[in-house]
């Protein structure tokens, strides 16, 4: 049986599923924060030690802005209703990429960094205007002004995912089959799994369902 430490997740299918069934693709990123809830709750219940959640790419600024403020105003109800709860549930927020937004969603996001920063049962790592090309040549741009030698460890040393165990499981929703610049450098050696559902659509039993077969799949790591 394989350990599991990490799942990173594309969040893929949101907008089209708003359009399927609401004709809004604002209404499938409302439905798909009820499909995040249910996947922490059960990543706490597999005792999963990192949750890794690709929000919001830099990638995304090309999107209509009402639709990308839509998505900040979503994010800040979420945080400004469920902290709270995320914190009796003992539940760390910590964001990756770059705080490039409002005053006023970079002073939440920094608040719900600190009051649970010292939470151990569930570390939820929040991927926002982040992007994984830019990660990695920020990386090699610290090394050389640091004077470090150019190695894996420190490159390691300088990604945004520092002290962050790499992901055993990398899940994508919405039947697309690509990266999309995440995570590019800490999923060498992921096991990835490609789902045909929206996310909004994705459950508990999708979610216990990967994680079952992960468990059984043979990881040779470039052995035989």
């Known amino acids: 049986m394989n350990p599991l430490n990490h799942v990173a997740i594309i969040m ?6 708003g ?25 706490i219940k597999q005792k999963i030690n990192f949750l890794t959640l690709y929000a919001f790419s830099t990638e995304n600024w090309n999107r209509p802005k009402k639709e990308i403020d839509y998505l900040f ?13 995320l914190h009796k549930k003992d539940i760390k927020l910590n964001i990756i990429g770059i705080k490039n937004f409002s005053k006023k969603l970079n002073k939440l996001l920094n608040f719900s960094e600190q009051k649970t920063s010292k939470n151990t049962t569930l570390q939820i790592n929040l991927a926002l205007n982040y992007g994984s090309k ?8 610290k090394m050389k002004r ?20 790499d992901p055993e499981i990398l899940i994508r929703t919405g039947n697309t089959k690509r990266l999309s610049n995440f995570l590019l450098w800490q999923l ?3 096991e990835i ?23 059984k799949i043979k990881r040779n790591f470039g052995n035989i």
């Open 12 to 17: 893929d299918g949101n907008g089209r599923w």
């Open 19 to 43: 359009l399927k069934y609401k004709s809004s693709r604002n209404e499938g990123h409302k439905a798909g924060l009820n499909t995040v809830e249910k996947i922490i709750k059960e990543s």
């Open 73 to 85: 105003n979503l994010l800040e109800y979420f945080l400004s209703q469920k902290i709270d709860d």
């Open 134 to 141: 830019f990660e990695i040549l920020d990386s090699v741009k």
């Open 146 to 165: 640091n004077n470090d030698k150019i190695n894996e460890k420190n490159l390691s040393k300088y990604l945004q995912t520092k002290n962050i165990p």
């Open 188 to 190: 060498a050696y992921s």
């Open 193 to 215: 799994f490609f789902e045909k559902k929206l996310w909004p659509d994705f459950n508990e039993k999708d979610y216990i369902r990967i994680i079952k077969k992960f468990k």
